[in-house]
C-alpha cells in the first residue's frame, strides 16, 4: 500500500514539476545580488573567464582571479579595477593539486572565504586519438575535471557551515554529445557533466539548499582554443553572448544552462532516435575545426 501511495505522490510531483516549468516561461525568475559577493573565477586570463568576470564586476561583486598566464589575468584585473571591482590576482596552474590548495589558502587569508566559484580554466588538444600524446590527455584530465574536484574540496567546508555558496562548472555541449578528434576533451567533459549532477544531488542530501549549483555547456565558442570551428546547422558563439547566458543562469539559480538554449531540445531528441539517424544527424552537421591527424594539421 505505501508503495502505491508513494506512486502517486511521486505522479504529482512529476505533474507539478511541469505545470512550474511552464510557468517561468512567461514569468521571469528573480535575480539574486551578488553585490560583496567573493567571487574566484580560474582561467580568467582569456576568453568566457574574462568576460565573466568583466560582467561580476560590473554586479560590484570582489573578484579573485586565477590563471596560468600572469600577462592575461592581469589585463582582466586592470579592466575590472576600472570597472569599480576590488580584484585580486593569482597565478595558478589548475591542474596541480598542491598548488591549488596552496593559493586556495593564500585566498582565505589575504581576501575571505569564497562563496561564488566559476571553474572555467580548461584545456583542449584537437587530434585523433593515436596522435594525442599521453602528456596532452593527462592534462586534459588535469584541468577539465580534477582541478574541479581539487577546487570544490578547498572551498566548499566554508560554503556548508552557512550555507552559503555557488558553485558554477563550465562544461560543454561535449559533455552531453560526442565530436571526433576530441575524445579526451568529450570524455573530460562528460565528467564535468557528471560532477555536477553529483554535487547538486550530495549538497541535495545533505539539506544545503542554500549552496547553489551551476553548469554552463555551450556548442563552439569563438576563443581561439579550436581553430576555425564550423558546423552547418549551430552557431559557432562569440564570448560575449555565452557569457551573458551564464551570468543570466547564476543570478536565476539555473542549474543547467545550455548555449544557445534550443541544443537541450536537440540532444534530447537524440536520445530516442536509433544510431543511424544520429549519425545522419552528425553528418549534416558538418562540423569543421583544424585537427593533428596522423601527426598532419587537418580541418576536420
Known sequence: MKIILDLLLLLLIIIYSYLESLVKVFIP?????????????TGAGHGIGRQTAYEFAKQKSRLVLWDINKHGVEETAAECRKLGATTHVFVVDCSNREEIYSSVNQVKKEVGDVTIVVNNAGAIYPADLLSTKDEE????????ILGH???????????????????VTVASVCGHGVIPYLI???????????????LTS??????????????????????????NPSTRIWPVLETDKVVRSLIDGIL????????????????TIERFLPERAVAAIYHVQDIQFEAVIGHKIKMK
Open 184 to 198: 579526451p576533451y568529450c570524455s573530460s567533459k562528460f565528467a564535468a557533466v557528471g560532477f555536477h549532477r553529483a
Open 202 to 227: 550530495e549538497l541535495e542530501a545533505l539539506g544545503k539548499t542554500g549552496i547553489k549549483t551551476s553548469c554552463l555547456c555551450p556548442v563552439f565558442v569563438n576563443t581561439g582554443f579550436t581553430k
Open 137 to 144: 590527455i593527462t592534462k586534459t584530465f588535469e584541468v577539465n
Open 252 to 267: 536565476t539559480d539555473k542549474k543547467m544552462i545550455f548555449v544557445p538554449s534550443y541544443i537541450n531540445i536537440s540532444l
Open 29 to 41: 525568475r528573480r535575480r539574486k545580488s551578488v553585490a560583496g559577493e567573493i567571487v574566484l573565477i
Open 149 to 167: 574536484f581539487w577546487i570544490t574540496k578547498a572551498l566548499l567546508p566554508s560554503m556548508i557551515r552557512r550555507n552559503h555558496g555557488h558553485i
